[in-house]
């Protein structure tokens, strides 16, 4: 693992429970105010994934970066067949495996402690994404070029673009307070690494505070036929 990594793994290994509050449902005005300023970008890729692995039924998919596995868990109760989750931060990983026991879910979910980049995957996926992640990650190629050869239908990942007062304050507050690396792109940034991580149809939709990259795969269609 690299010195990026293991800062970015301690992090998250920490603040897994301040993390996953965004997905709780029950919350003060002050935490309310924040997510529509600071997390609308959240809410939208997380809607923009449910609905861009549809049709459920027989599908499955690669949750990377899967965090407490709200992703996966929430297309399990849709119906799709398998996910698996990968997060290096053991922390995230014990909250996923127990939100997937809580909502019974869990013979659908697998979660799994590992850094992405250094597992051989023996099979494929019909959806794989990457939300919140490519903020942490220093050379987001490769990541990039290994999620295109394993998915059948469509790669999915959000980038934080590097426009804006509010991204130049998360910057400093992640460099300087939480210590944790942090990266942002521009739209050419995001055009950039598709093309040389082997995308050759891709759209980039901006979502709030960041760039949402669909790379579709064309192995297998993604408008539902199987
Ligand atoms: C901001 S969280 C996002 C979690 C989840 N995708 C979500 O949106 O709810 C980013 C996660 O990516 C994980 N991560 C970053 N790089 C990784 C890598 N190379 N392998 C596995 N996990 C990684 C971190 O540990 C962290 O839990």
């Not at 809607?47 to 990377?64: M, N, Q, T």
């Not at 965090?67 to 989750?85: C, E, F, N, Q």
């Not at 597992?119 to 990650?137: K, N, P, Q, R, S």
């Amino acid at each position: 693992m690299t010195q990026v990594s293991k800062k970015v793994e301690s992090h998250f290994d920490r603040k897994y429970r301040e993390f996953d509050a965004f997905y709780r449902e029950k919350k003060g005005f002050f935490s309310r105010m924040i997510d529509a300023v600071f997390r609308r970008s959240m809410q939208l890729r997380f809607e923009k994934v449910i609905a861009g692995a549809a049709p459920y039924k027989k599908r499955s998919v690669l949750d990377v970066g899967c965090g407490t596995g709200r992703y996966s868990v929430a297309l399990a109760l849709k119906g799709i067949k398998r996910a698996l989750g990968i997060d290096f931060a053991s922390n995230m990983i014990d909250a996923a495996n127990d939100l997937a026991r809580h909502l019974n879910v869990h013979h659908i979910c697998q979660f799994m402690k590992a850094d992405f980049m250094a597992i051989d995957f023996a099979e494929t996926f019909d959806h794989v994404f990457a939300m919140g992640v490519l903020d942490y990650v220093e050379h987001p190629v490769p990541l990039v070029r290994k999620m295109v050869d394993l998915a059948e239908r469509s790669v999915m990942i959000s980038f934080p673009s590097k426009k804006g007062i509010v991204q130049r304050f998360r910057k400093q507050l992640f460099r300087k307070v939480k210590k944790c690396p942090v990266f942002f792109y521009s739209n050419e940034d995001v055009r950039q690494i598709a093309h040389q991580g082997g995308a050759k149809k891709f759209t980039i939709d901006i979502l709030a505070k960041d760039y949402f990259l669909t790379i579709y795969s064309g192995k297998k269609d993604t408008e539902g036929t199987e």
